[in-house]
């Protein structure tokens, strides 16, 4: 059974930074995405950053561009999210998500696992 277990989330300060973790498990072959969504009260599930578990390209949303980083430990079977220069509009649950096929990746209707979430609170 595949397990994706996030880490990491907390109260930072605008400006601040936190790195999230997410381990995952139970996986047959290697996923084709790893990547972090994120969710605002209110608003929809959007696109953070991915990586490709296979060769490591990453891809990121323009608005988490050159603050986020996103990398993968194939040895650990983890990936992460550095972030840095946090703002208050980053506030949100962040989610790991894993997906097996290669298609559209930010777009979270495409994916078949899901982590339970973890809260990043940027204060202002």
């Known amino acids: 059974q595949v397990r994706l277990a996030e880490s990491g989330g907390g109260l930072v300060q605008h400006g601040g930074s936190l790195k999230l973790s997410c381990v995952a498990s139970g996986f047959s072959y290697s996923p084709y995405y790893m990547t972090w969504f994120r969710q605002a009260p209110g608003k929809k599930r959007e696109f953070v950053a991915t990586?490709?578990?296979?060769?490591?390209?990453?891809y990121y949303a323009d608005s988490v561009k050159g603050r986020f980083t996103i990398s993968r430990n194939m040895a650990k079977n983890t990936v992460y999210l550095q972030m840095n220069s946090l703002k208050p509009e980053d506030t949100a649950v962040y989610y790991c998500?894993?997906?097996?096929?290669?298609?559209?990746?930010?777009?979270?209707?495409?994916?078949?696992?899901w982590g339970q979430g973890t809260q990043v609170t940027v204060s202002s």
């Open positions: 990586v490709d578990w296979r060769t490591s390209s990453t």
């Open positions: 998500a894993a997906r097996t096929n290669p298609s559209v990746f930010n777009d979270p209707t495409m994916y078949q696992y």
